[in-house]
């Protein structure tokens, strides 16, 4: 009997517990927002920037590189948060496609 009464009180604490956690919401986030990329030849990079949001930005860029052999080439940035650059290095080639992710 004891131990019926205890499984019954730890599985409403289980269940109150749970209840509770999947209550609290979590904070919201805003992707970025206002965001431009660009190329820098001179530096063999290309780079990201948003000036608004809260949430983070990585530069993605897809290139055919030089030697026909490599083919397309994908490289990206580190995921940064708004208001900082992201940039990431380039291999030679010609780019293809200069784009920005947000989450």
């Not at 986030?29 to 990201?48: D, K, R, W, Y």
């Not at 949001?53 to 490599?70: C, K």
């Not at 780019?95 to 920005?100: A, D, G, P, Q, T």
């Amino acid at each position: 009997m004891r131990s019926r009464k205890r499984a019954v009180a730890l599985t409403c604490s289980t269940l109150l517990a749970t209840a509770a956690f999947m209550s609290v919401s979590p904070s919201a986030h805003a992707i970025p927002e206002n965001c431009t990329s660009s190329h820098q030849p001179a530096a063999n990079t290309v780079s990201s920037y948003c000036s608004s949001g809260t949430g983070e930005h990585q530069v993605a860029v897809t290139l055919i590189h030089v030697n026909p052999m490599v083919g397309y080439v994908a490289t990206t940035g580190p995921w940064v948060a708004a208001g900082q650059t992201s940039v990431a290095g380039l291999p030679p080639g010609t780019i293809v496609s200069l784009r920005v992710n947000r989450r």
